[in-house]
């Protein structure tokens, strides 16, 4: 089957590939080929990271583009960031550059003169993300035709990072309102590592589209080389002796510990959860670097550290022969090519087993097995009760770990019904791009986008009242709809363009060099890390919202907020699963083994496997529902409803209750009794604050009565939240 997709191809790609000594086509580029020359449907490639998934798409395309040219652009390549779009315009380049067949990059950082260049002959293939496209949408719809009007293919890149978001719901409006400028159906392609259900992937890829999708999914990873370390970490207000303090190391040996692994391999990528937690990482890895005199080739990575820097990080990760460590968010979580990368160090549970599978999928490339370290950390405290005593970090890590080793189990995308902060955003930007439109027409050019196919007529026509009453629309004189003055601003503002939020941060200096961006001002003398350095604050211009710093010694902490996280039911009835066993896992070390048998010997002790209802006092209950985070949220909503007691709480692992019932079993009975006649969704969403309710970037503009449908459609489980209170 390789040698005959291999002769399906181009010439000039036929002499790519011998140029470059490859000795054969993988599975997957080889059923790509097939699929996408000889079959006229969209095309779905699961496959491991480094399995060659982007020359799956682009041989064949590439290919198609060259024996039958179109007369505008003929393919459209849209990425999530900025740097996988850098990184692979390079890739992309190789495969053109004995043809006549122009590639070029659209983002923000790209210069005009570049991006008019392109325009003049439109043709080859564009990579671009969502908002520049939402530009091109927005300012060019006259030119559309003739950019767009032969469009063949498009290729989404990274589509599990689309897939359940507005973002993603926004590409798929896009290419529909592209649609209207196409001559021929064009043809998508979906690229991704990481899909737990593939049938909703392709259900989400074709849209409105008429046309089948096809499903390839490449061979997965067999064999892992894994290992999971525990560190109980001291805390300043804790005096009193516990089980556990055979198990207490100083921070010191702990970023020791780190800085060790990383020495051993010559390219490591550590994971981090959270901006605060790779600057930590980061600068302690230096610091000891400096104190013992050794080399120091560490780097931070994440969102809000400034593009020469994060360049700089990746062009280190992808030098020969050279040692290099970079520690990162989410932003190195999707494809950007890193060359042979040796291991990764996770530090703390990731939230969902999609993100573990995409960043143990950084390593093992070519031949060699995935190879991940996970580092669980603990922070010593007295424990007010039995919830305060499980290691949660820990069990999360091994649950995940589990999940995917034995069952190959990932979460499904949820995929909201009523997406009213994006229905919002692509009315504006529909109107803005028409100029003016009846209410009739503008109905029809956004409800018949598919992401709005639960959204009915009547709800759009209560969004548009609203927005006329706070004057984002007007209208006039002829009945004809127009952006309002109260949305002039927010519509010329370049960041309308992105349906996601973006802060209002302060941009950090060194003299003319750009560091990167942090939440709020700093006090002057005071110091910050970023970009793994420490920085002390010399000035703060709080109108131009600039602050200039100088390189200084010492440690500090720079903080951000973070979003909120979502856990699978899956993973918490894993976690419970683990707990109550007794087999260890070989890829556990000592400390860790001996935590979780600290932890099952107190589970036992409270008879955790026989009650998840535990006393703490007259009226006051412990309860483990066992639920992920949308059931819990639920399940706090209906509890409330019954009129029982109960504290806000950041993680779903345990509920303290106030009731008035004498026993456990009696709260047991109570609640099941309750549950025979559960309130609606609408009743408990109708519990929850305006704030609350406002989930994404421009649900502020959309009516309350609509953001109370949308929350009892998208985020109520009340089926979830009642089950869980039936295993009680």
Sequence with gaps: MSENAFYKLAPFIQEYIYRHKWE?????????????????????????????????????????????????????????LKALINDQFFRIAGLLEDTDIPAQGWHGDVSQSKKQRFLQ???????????????????????LRRLFGDLRFVIIDEVHAFIDSDRGR????????????????????????????????????????????????????????????????????????????????????YFMDIHQMTRRSLKTLIFANSRSAVEEISLNMRRISERDGLPNFYHAHHGNV???????????????????????????????????????????????????????????????????????????????????????????????????????????????????????????????????????????????LSPFKDVTTEQFRQLLRHLLEIEHLQKTE????????????I?????????????????VRDKSREIGTIPKAPNIDSTLVLAGFMWRVLSVDSERRIVEVARAKGRGKTRWTSPGIEIHTRILQKMRQILLADSNFVFMTGRARTRLELARGAAQRVDLATTSILPLAANRFLLFPWCGTR?????????????IGVPDQDTP????????????????????????????????????????????????????????????????DVAGAVESILRL
């Design 24 to 80: 054969a086509l993988r599975e997957v580029q080889a059923r790509a080929i097939d699929a996408i020359i000889d079959e006229p449907n969209h095309v779905l490639i699961c496959s491991a990271t480094a399995s060659g998934k982007t020359e799956a798409a682009l041989l064949p395309v590439i290919t198609e583009l060259d024996r039958d040219p179109p007369t505008s652009i003929g393919a459209l390549y849209i990425g999530p």
């Design 121 to 143: 002959r439109a043709r080859g293939i564009l990579q671009i993300t969502p908002e520049s496209l939402e530009a091109m949408l927005m300012h060019r719809t006259f030119e």
């Design 170 to 253: 926004q590409v798929m409006c896009q290419l529909e309102r592209l649609e209207r400028f196409q001559s021929v159906p064009v043809r998508r392609i979906g690229l991704s590592a990481t899909l737990g259900e593939p049938d909703i992937a392709m259900d989400w890829l074709r849209g409105r589209s008429s046309l089948g999708v096809e499903k390839i999914m490449g061979p997965g990873k067999s064999e892992l080389e894994l290992a999971v370390k525990y560190f109980l970490l001291p805390s300043e207000d804790t005096r009193q002796t516990s089980d556990l303090d055979t198990l207490l190391v100083d921070t010191e040996q």
């Design 306 to 448: 400034s593009a020469p820097y994060r360049e700089s990080a990746e062009a280190a990760m992808k030098a020969e022969n050279t040692p290099a460590c970079v520690a990162a968010t989410v932003t190195l979580e999707l494809g950007i090519d890193l060359g042979q990368l040796d291991q990764v160090l996770q530090i703390n549970a990731t939230h969902s087993v999609a993100s573990f599978v995409q960043r143990l999928g950084r390593s093992g490339r070519r031949e060699a097995p995935p190879r991940m370290c996970s580092y669980t950390t603990e922070n010593q405290s007295e424990a007010a009760h039995f919830g305060e005593e499980v290691p949660w970090n820990l069990l999360q890590t091994l649950a995940i770990i589990q999940l995917y080793a034995e069952e190959r189990w990932i979460e499904p995308p949820q995929i909201p019904r009523l997406p009213f902060s994006l229905l919002y955003h692509q009315t504006v930007s529909i109107l803005y791009s028409h100029t003016e439109l009846t209410p009739a027409r503008l109905a029809e050019r956004v409800l018949t």
């Design 478 to 489: 002829t009945g004809r709809l127009i952006i309002g003055l109260e949305a002039e601003d």
């Design 491 to 507: 519509v010329h503002n370049y960041r309308f363009y992105s349906v996601f939020l973006v802060a209002d941060e302060f941009r």
């Design 631 to 643: 059931q819990f949220a639920t399940l706090v909503l209906l509890l409330r409803h019954f009129g």
């Design 653 to 716: 692992h345990y509920l303290v209750l106030e009731a008035s019932c004498a026993s456990a079993a009696d709260l047991r009975e109570q609640l099941r009794r309750h549950c025979q006649e559960p309130p609606s969704a609408e009743a408990l969403a109708k519990r929850v604050s305006e704030y609350s309710l406002q989930r994404e970037k421009y649900d502020r503009f959309v009516p309350s009565p609509l953001l109370c449908e949308a929350y009892s459609a998208d985020y109520v």
